[in-house]
C-alpha cells in the first residue's frame, strides 16, 4: 500500500488541511456520530442500519449522503468514528 501523500479528502478528493476528510465531509461525519448516539437510544439499531436510515430520509443533506455512501461502499466504519 502506498503512503498517503497528498492531504485529500478520502471521500471527494478535495484538499484537505486536517488530514482524511476536507471540512465539509469532517462536519457530516461529526454530524452523523452525534446523530447517532439518539437514534442508539430511541431505536436501538447498528450504526450500519443506521446510515441507511439516514441515507433515505430527503432532508439529509449532500455531504452527509456523499460520506454515507463512501462508508457503505469501503465498509470503512473507522472513518466515522477516528474523526470524531
Ligand atoms: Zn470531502
Avoid at 478520502?10 to 469532517?26: A, D, N, R
Avoid at 450504526?47 to 439529509?60: A, G, I, M
Wanted: hydrophobic content about 35%; aromatic content about 14%.
Amino acid at each position: 500500500m502506498p503512503k498517503q501523500q497528498a492531504k485529500k479528502c478520502i471521500v471527494c478528493g478535495s484538499y484537505s488541511e486536517e488530514g482524511l476528510l476536507c471540512f465539509k465531509h469532517k462536519t457530516a461525519a461529526k454530524s452523523l456520530t452525534e446523530g447517532y448516539k439518539y437514534w442508539k437510544e430511541a431505536f436501538n439499531i447498528s450504526f450500519n442500519e443506521y446510515l441507511k436510515e439516514v441515507r433515505k430520509r430527503s432532508e439529509t443533506g449532500t455531504w452527509v449522503k456523499e460520506i454515507i455512501d463512501y462508508v457503505i461502499a469501503s465498509n470503512d466504519f473507522n472513518i466515522l468514528l477516528e474523526t470524531c
